[in-house]
T-cell receptor, first 112, second 114 residues
Framework: QKEVEQNSGPLSVPEGAIASLNCTYS??????FFWYRQYSGKSPELIMS????GDKEDGRFTAQLNKASQYVSLLIRDSQPSDSATYLC????????????FGTGTSLTVIP | IAGITQAPTSQILAAGRRMTLRCTQD?????MYWYRQDLGLGLRLIHY???????GKGEVPDGYSVSRANTDDFPLTLASAVPSQTSVYFC?????????????FGPGTRLTVL
């Protein structure tokens, strides 16, 4: 069983719509959760961090964490063509030597 | 502030050659990491270091070695490169002492082993 699982997509949404990306994780001891955006040929860029249950909003991005169900999601409101990228979910636990576990990513395309 | 720098940006290497990928961070983070990213396999951890002077093995350590002589630098060495080590390599760092242990990535090194 993979530590972190994401739907690989591709996910396509029209410009202006809400894009919803989901991620599940297996380690109940995970403490911190992250979303990265990766453009083709570039390195992952941290866009959201969350460690408490509930929602965290930053501009057009909202991260949602539910530790009981072991999932974390990312909502992108008013999607723009520039949001087209691969989104990586990551979790961190100090119980596992401070390692980070990544999903394989969800490819998002925003259609103008 | 540069964050994390990696060198070289890209490299073509003959099989059997020795190669060191360099990584330097200026954020004074205690933890540093090396990942490789291959299509369909995502990011896989090669080695990590939680503090200067210590290192640990990740998911795919075979054929690679690291050292952490100081806080800022974390070189990755391929002792005798093989074609299966063709990949994009990312260095990353984080500060485990903070409540939200965020990890940041360098720009990557694209390595081709022929």
């Amino acid at each position: 069983q993979k530590e972190v699982e994401q739907n690989s997509g591709p996910l396509s949404v029209p410009e202006g719509a809400i894009a919803s990306l989901n991620c599940t994780y297996s380690d109940r001891g995970s403490q911190s959760f992250f979303w990265y955006r990766q453009y083709s040929g570039k390195s992952p860029e941290l866009i959201m961090s969350i460690y408490s249950n509930g929602d965290k909003e930053d501009g057009r991005f909202t991260a949602q964490l539910n530790k009981a169900s072991q999932y974390v999601s990312l909502l992108i409101r008013d999607s723009q063509p520039s949001d087209s990228a691969t989104y990586l979910c990551a979790v961190n636990s100090r119980n596992t030597g401070n390692q980070f576990y990544f999903g394989t990513g969800t490819s998002l395309t925003v259609i103008p | 502030i540069a964050g994390i720098t990696q060198a070289p940006t890209s490299q073509i290497l003959a099989a059997g050659r020795r190669m060191t990928l360099r990584c330097t961070q200026d954020m004074r983070h205690n933890a540093m990491y090396w990942y490789r990213q291959d299509l369909g396999l995502g990011l896989r951890l090669i080695h990590y270091s939680n503090t200067a002077g210590t290192t640990g093995k990740g998911e795919v350590p075979d054929g690679y070695s690291v050292s952490r002589a100081n806080t800022d630098d974390f070189p990755l060495t391929l002792a005798s490169a093989v074609p299966s080590q063709t990949s994009v390599y990312f260095c990353a760092s984080s500060e485990p002492g903070r409540a939200l242990n965020e990890q940041f990535f360098g720009p990557g090194t694209r390595l081709t082993v022929l």
